[in-house]
């Protein structure tokens, strides 16, 4: 059975850091381009972050660049996302999302069901 399995979410006071995990089953992880996207209430889900094969140069929409972090396990089929420096405007659910790289994979791609991440004083 193909799935993703996110954890971490939570209520966390503004400043304050939270560990996202997703825990993939039943597709070639290495393969997938491993993606984190974000939907705040009454808006539409957008990226946040995305790491490729082997996990250099991870991609950052502008609103979480340098606060934080994707990074990856392919041998224990994991991605995370460390998040520092938590306002607000961060409140929102957190999708985990793969992406197959090569046409002869399958799924084409996988979405987790996601984790709430308030941020509220």
């Known amino acids: 059975q193909v799935q993703l399995v996110e954890s971490g979410g939570g209520l966390v006071q503004p400043g304050g850091s939270l560990r996202l995990s997703c825990k993939a089953s039943?597709?070639?992880?290495?393969?997938?381009?491993m993606s984190w996207y974000r939907q705040a209430p009454g808006k539409e889900r957008d990226l946040v972050a995305r790491i490729t094969r082997g996990g250099t140069n991870p991609d950052y929409a502008d609103s979480v660049a340098g606060r934080f972090t994707i990074s990856r396990d392919d041998v224990n089929a994991a991605v995370y996302l460390q998040m520092n420096s938590l306002s607000p405007d961060d409140t929102g659910v957190y999708y985990c999302?793969?992406?197959?790289?090569?046409?002869?994979?399958?799924?084409?791609?996988?979405w987790g069901r996601g984790t709430q991440v308030t941020v509220s004083s």
């Open positions: 039943g597709l070639m992880f290495s393969a997938y381009v």
């Open positions: 999302h793969a992406r197959r790289l090569y046409n002869f994979l399958t799924p084409p791609d996988v």
